[in-house]
């Protein structure tokens, strides 16, 4: 009954829907959503995506595929050059150390050098799916930690091209004889043949293929071309006996440098989301339990061995790199688990027989269990383990305000926090700034403006900004949260210092409002506001009535935020929507009223006067043309 | 050739009757700088440099506005006070705008007949505009009678302002080209009425 395409679909979205925004509202985050959806849709809980593991295999190959793709989309040569010392430098680093390293504990236990190089080799790749998808929801990824991590994930997808002509040279010793299939050598002349033929095909047929459809300006057939590059070379490097997954992702870097590649991501990028879910969920369907159960400890202890071992080379790594405390751990926690590659190659070793079948099914479920983890470790590291490091390294660099009395105390000073700033420097009046950016810091001492580095949430802190004595605290720091708490302890410790609060959205306004401060702005609203009028405006309404129109519009707005203050703190959901589109209605009977036309009530109106003349003229002289 | 500058201030143009005629009807005189000042201050915030330089660019200043509560809206108001310093309008070293010529071309709702004793407003136009005229003196420019259209309230077409945009038009260029008596003009009532009387006649031979 689960057997035909439209039923598994079903299934696969079905179990997307229900369990991602759980996890999500959960603070688990979709990656770990999609891959407890797997293990339920599994075979071993619900059974619902088919008997056969081969099928949810497919389905894997085939989100991997894409996902490849559109990571070689991004590896473009400007990039690849810009981290170039990460890339080449940490990544080999990393590679050569994790593998070594698993290699020799593999040693250690008793495995032959042939096959423990292989497992070392395999286990030393991480799972750029997902690294990448949880670095990116978590906000990560343009963290120096982040971009570590992305260099390294890129670095490996390039090196499983060498790994994989290795493996069959690995192989020899243990089948003395190759049976039936290729010599490792023909192996490895194919390999490297594959790889040329999508070079070439790359280089001298996409090109011409694209500037033919973009000559057509047919959009569906570019998007359609996207996916036959992707669907060709996946069954040509099959036919080749090679990695599919490896061919796209070559595919992708040939085709990142070509003029068309904006025009491809933007093609994909809907693809992308909704394949990398079905490849999570594939992983978690993959969890054979039957396998586990029968090897609990054996299990446990290859995963929780080989997750140290790399946790622990890779932060020593980072250290000698020169990452700062916080990011050398989460690089490490990043890059703990096995990735998806690791399928792929304990495949390749038993093909070439490395090792063999039984050897590599433990394997397996080992790399699907870490690849499992990797979500809870980044919640884990979010909680706990950043703080301690953070906290730690910010006890030592945080500055020491000496006797500060300036009337003014900005916590935050970014963008936002900027322009307050630069208006009361330039009215002549003295700033204590607070920020927790180093860049920020240095930016302001080159100006000749001094900054204190240090977290305005500690409340030592704001007692040496000189809160005590301030005139004004004005709360301009990014984050929501964070703000709500700084604003929480001013409140308390200091209940005469008038705030002046930057907030996130309407949610974030009314708590800070709740706090009792008076005086909060929606960080984007000035400027929306403005583009609103400017947009008038622009289409071709009198500069003054413009801004009349805006003017009208916000004081709405404002009393409206206002009064849903009330519901939302009452909590009385269907009174708030109810208000909500009353108040929408109200705007837009407010603005057609005002329409240039078709004012009724202000001074300027004559239509009354109009009317009056034909009476008397005893109407005072409101007299206009 | 003399330059003319209309400062215009109108806050709801989409709905005048006559000052949008008129306005839109000289824009083509060569030698006129119209400047519409709420769509270029639409926040009030007026450039005070800019004014200055635009002043001393011209020689004649027309002040094109409804006329208010007997005076101008707003933003004009707050031109006269921004623009027109002190040692640079006006008092110690005050003379920038020395020998200008400056009127007001305005539009009344109510008929002539209503400007004059025993009209409901009781004064007459130039009596109403002695705030102007006076500004003026001060600044050393010469103030010329207005050109005021009256009972604009009724026009609800172009032809009922055809007749009094000839005349502005009329009266621009003969500003520009020096054709005009400008004493007559200083001494009149109303150039929209008078303006036969003030035009200079074309050379006789």
Known sequence: MTDSVLAQAFVYLCAAVVFVPIAKRLGLGAV???????VVIGPWVLGLVGD???SVMHFSEFGVVMMLFVVGLELRPALLWELRRSIFGLGTAQVVGCAAAVAGAAIALGVDWQPAIAVGLTFAMSSTAIVLSTLSERGLLKSSGGQGSFSVLLFQDISVIPILAVFPLLGVAVASETEGGRPAWQSALLLIGAVVGVVVIGRYLVRPLFQFLAGAKLRESFTAAALLIVVGIALLMQTAGLSPALGTFLA??????????????????????????????TVGAQLDFGLIGSMPLTIAGMVLGTMVLKLAVIRLLGKIFGLDRPARWLLAFALAQIGEFAFVLLQFGVGNHVFSDAF??????????????????FIVLERWVLPIVSERGAKREQDVIKHADAPVVIAGYGRFGQIVGRILRASGFPLTILDLDPGVIEMLSNLGVKAYYGDASRIDLLHAAGCEHAKLFILAVDDPDEATKIAEHVR???????????????????????LGIEHVFRETFAASWESGICALRVLGYRAFTAQRLGQRWRQHEESIIEEFRRYEEEDDDATYWEKARAAMGEAERLMRQEHPTRLEEDGWDNESLRADQNVDAAAAEQQTS | MRRVLVLFAHPVLERSRVNRRLVDGIRDIEGVTIRDLYEEYPTLSIDVKREQADLLAHDVIVFQHPFYWYSCPALLKEWQDLVLEHGWA?????TQLRGKITLNVITTGGPATAYQRGGYNRFTIRELLSPWDQTAHLCGMRFLAPFAVHAALKVVSDADVTGNLGGYR???EALRDDRIDLDAAAAAQNLALELDRVLAPREVA
């Open chain 1, 32 to 38: 770990l959503g999609y891959l407890i959806a797997g």
């Open chain 1, 52 to 54: 056969s593991h081969h």
């Open chain 1, 252 to 281: 992708g870097v040939l085709l990142a440098d070509s003029e068309y590649r904006h025009e491809l991501e933007t093609d994909i990028e809907p693809f992308k989301g909704l394949l990398l879910g079905l490849f999570f969920i």
């Open chain 1, 360 to 377: 590599a099914k433990p394997l397996i479920a080992v790399v699907a269990i870490s690849m499992v983890l990797t979500p809870p470790l």
């Open chain 1, 492 to 514: 308390h410790n200091f209940p005469h210092l008038p705030i002046i609060a930057r907030c996130r959205n309407r949610p974030h306004y009314w708590q800070l409002r709740k």
């Open chain 2, 90 to 94: 006006y008092g110690k070293g005050g």
């Open chain 2, 170 to 172: 009329q009266l621009l």
